[in-house]
C-alpha cells in the first residue's frame, strides 16, 4: 500500500472519528453541496460524457444528473425520518426496558465506480454513503477518462475534504487501496472482478456490495403489439449504445414473433436514428478499442438481419439485430454489452421459461404479454434482480424499489432508502435500567424449576392462535 493512500485513509479515518459526519445537519449540508456539484456543473459534465461515451445529452440528463438529483432530493427529504432509532416490540422481561435499532455508519467506506454510466455509478453509493453518516474514498473507472479527470477535480471542491476523497488510476492502484482494511465496499463492475473485490474484502472481513451485469433475457409473447414492443424495445438495448446493465441482452419469442418484430424494429431503428445512425447525435460509442473490437467480434454469430455497420475510427458499431443465433453461439456466452440485439425463437412461454433458468441468475428480466397470467408466470416461476413487465428498465425510475442483483449478478441492493440501509449498521441496542434487581434472581444460580417457567414465560414468543393460559 502507498504512503500517500495511507496518509489519506488516515484523514479520513480521523474526519470520521471526530463524529462530525453523524449529525443531521453535517449530512444534509454534504447532500446539498453534491446537488450544486451537479447542478453547478452540467454542462461540463455533459461534455465529459460526451468525449468518453458521445453520450447523448438526453440521454445523460436523464439517466445520469436528473436520475442523482431525484436520488438526492428523496434523501434530503427523509433523511431525518431514516435516521431515527426503530423502536421494536418487546417481551416481558424487557417491558420496562428501551429496545431500538440504530442506524449506524460504517466508518470510512471505498465506492468503485464503473465507465458505463460514470457519474451516476459513482456518486449515487455516495449518496447513501453521506446520508448513513460515513466518509467515503471514491474509485472512478479509469475508461471514462474525461469523467474521472472532471469528477477528482470537482468533488473535493464541494465535499468535505476531511471526510470524502476520489483516488484515480486502474487495477494496480485498486489493488493498492484495497490492502487497506474499509468498513464497507460498494463495487460497480463485471463479476470477475467482484471475485478479486470480494476476495480482497474476505481479507479484512469487510462487508460487500456487487452491482454486477449479466445477459439479462426478454420474453415477447404471441399476440403483443410488435410496434409497442420494437419502440420499448429498442430504446432500452440501443440507449447508451448498448452499454447498459440492465439492457435487455436477448430476446426469446416465437419464429412467427420474430418476423413481426423484425419488420417494426427495422421502422422503429429508422424513426429513432434515421438512415445513418451513425450521424444521429442519439447514438452513443463503445467506450474503447478493446470492447469495440470485443462487442464487433460477437456479430459473426448467427446472422444480420439489421444494421451489422461498424467503424474502428470512430468505435461506432450499428444498432444490429441478430437472428438464427445458438444458445451455444459466442453471443450467448457473455454479456453482449453494446449495440447488438439476438432474437432466439422458442415454441412456447414454457420453453421460454426452461432457457432462463439454465443460465445464470440475471439483473433483470422484461417480459411482454397481453395475458397478465403470462407475465405472472414468468416472474413467478424464474429469479432475477429485477423484473419489469411490458417495458424494460423502467423498473429503475423508482427509487422506492430496490436496485441489484442475485447470484452472478450480484448481491445487496441500493436506491432510494434501500442505499441508506446499505450504508448502515442496523445496530440492536437494549437499554436497561440499572436498579430493580429483584426482577434479574430468575435468571441466576441457583436454578430452580419454577424459576425457569416464569423466566421461559417472560422470554418466549408463542407461536399465534396456539391455546395458551396465560
Ligand atoms: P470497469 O472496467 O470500469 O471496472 C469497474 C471498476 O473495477 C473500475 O473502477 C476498475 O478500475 C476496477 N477494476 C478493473 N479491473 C480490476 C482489477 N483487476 N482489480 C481491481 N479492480 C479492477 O467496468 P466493467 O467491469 O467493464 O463494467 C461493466 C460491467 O459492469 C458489466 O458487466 C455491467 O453489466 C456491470 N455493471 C453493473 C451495474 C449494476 O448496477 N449492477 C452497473 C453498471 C455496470
Given amino acids: 500500500m502507498s504512503s500517500s493512500q495511507e496518509e489519506l485513509l488516515g484523514r479520513l ?21 453534491l446537488k450544486r456539484l451537479l447542478d453547478e456543473n452540467r454542462q461540463a459534465i455533459n461534455e465529459a460524457l460526451a468525449q ?34 426503530e423502536h421494536v416490540e418487546k417481551n416481558w422481561a424487557t417491558k420496562l426496558n428501551s429496545a431500538f435499532i440504530r442506524k449506524d455508519p460504517f466508518g470510512v467506506v471505498l465506492i468503485i465506480g464503473a465507465w458505463n454510466y460514470p457519474i451516476q455509478l459513482l456518486l449515487n453509493p455516495l449518496v447513501g454513503a453521506i446520508g448513513a453518516g460515513n466518509c467515503a474514498i471514491l474509485k472512478p473507472s479509469e475508461l471514462s477518462k474525461s469523467t474521472e479527470k472532471l469528477v477528482s477535480n470537482l468533488l473535493p471542491r464541494y465535499l468535505d475534504q476531511e471526510c470524502f476523497a476520489v483516488v484515480c488510476g486502474g487495477p494496480q492502484e485498486i489493488s493498492q487501496l484495497l490492502e487497506n482494511k474499509f468498513d464497507y465496499i460498494f463495487f460497480t463492475g463485471n463479476a470477475s472482478v467482484g471475485k478479486i473485490i470480494m476476495a480482497a474484502a474476505s481479507k479484512h472481513l469487510t462487508p460487500v456490495t456487487l452491482e454486477l451485469g449479466g445477459k439479462n433475457p426478454c420474453f415477447v409473447d404471441n399476440g403483443c403489439n410488435p410496434k409497442n414492443i420494437a419502440n420499448r424495445l429498442a430504446w432500452v438495448r440501443f440507449f447508451n449504445a448498448g452499454q447498459t446493465c440492465v439492457a435487455p441482452d436477448y430476446v426469446l419469442c416465437t419464429w412467427q414473433m420474430r418476423e413481426q418484430l423484425l419488420s417494426a424494429l427495422k421502422e422503429t431503428l429508422e424513426t429513432f436514428y434515421g438512415k445513418e445512425p451513425q450521424q444521429s447525435s442519439d447514438f452513443g460509442r463503445i467506450i474503447n478499442d478493446r470492447h469495440f473490437q470485443r462487442v464487433k467480434a460477437l456479430l459473426q454469430s448467427g446472422s444480420v438481419a439489421i444494421g451489422g455497420q461498424s467503424d474502428k475510427s470512430d468505435k461506432y458499431i450499428a444498432p444490429t439485430v441478430l437472428v438464427d443465433v445458438q444458445e451455444s453461439d459466442p453471443v450467448m456466452q457473455e454479456e453482449i454489452f453494446g449495440p447488438i440485439l439476438p432474437i432466439l425463437t422458442v415454441e412456447s412461454p414454457e420453453e421460454a421459461i426452461a432457457f432462463i433458468n439454465r443460465q445464470e441468475k440475471p439483473l433483470a428480466f422484461y417480459a411482454f404479454s397481453p395475458d397478465s397470467k403470462v407475465i405472472d408466470a414468468m416472474l413467478d416461476r424464474t429469479s432475477s434482480g429485477g423484473f419489469c413487465g411490458n417495458d424494460g428498465m423502467m423498473h429503475m425510475t423508482l427509487p422506492s424499489l430496490p436496485f441489484g442483483g442475485i447470484g452472478h449478478s450480484g448481491m445487496g441492493n441500493y436506491h432510494g432508502k434501500f442505499s441508506f440501509n446499505t450504508f448502515s449498521h442496523h445496530r440492536a441496542v437494549l437499554l436497561r435500567s440499572p436498579g430493580l434487581e429483584k426482577l434479574n434472581t430468575l435468571r441466576y444460580p441457583p436454578y430452580t424449576k419454577s424459576n425457569l417457567g416464569l423466566l421461559l414465560c417472560a422470554t418466549e414468543v408463542k407461536q399465534k392462535g396456539m391455546c395458551t393460559l396465560l
Fill in 52 to 85: 468518453d461515451l458521445h453520450k447523448p445529452g438526453f440521454e445523460a440528463e436523464v439517466s445520469e444528473i436528473s436520475f442523482l438529483i431525484t436520488e438526492i432530493n428523496v434523501a434530503l427529504n427523509n433523511l431525518k425520518t431514516w435516521m431515527k432509532d
Fill in 13 to 33: 479515518r480521523t474526519g470520521f472519528n471526530s463524529g462530525k459526519t453523524r449529525s443531521l445537519e453535517f449530512r444534509l449540508s454534504q447532500l446539498q453541496a
